[in-house]
């Protein structure tokens, strides 16, 4: 479900994936380990991800994706 409302918002393939771990609970060092990438890039995509949302954190994030789920024909 994540990926399709991410993806709404033109993220790239990488950063959908980055961002959907992140938005189930995934710590940069957990998702660096999962995807075999450095935390810095996850760090990297996931700041890509705020800047393109226009928010400063995950909380926002979670905000922003969880309202388009929930009434997504708005």
Excluded: C
Aim: no cysteine; net charge negative.
């Amino acid at each position: 479900v994540y990926a399709d409302v991410l993806a709404s918002f033109g993220l790239t393939e990488r950063e959908i994936q980055v961002s959907t771990l992140f938005l189930m609970g995934g710590s940069a060092n957990s998702i660096s380990e999962r995807m075999g990438i450095s935390v810095s890039t996850v760090r990297f995509h996931i700041g890509n991800v705020y800047s393109k949302l226009d928010i400063s954190g995950k909380n926002m994030l979670r905000e922003k994706v969880d309202s388009l789920i929930a009434a997504p024909n708005e």
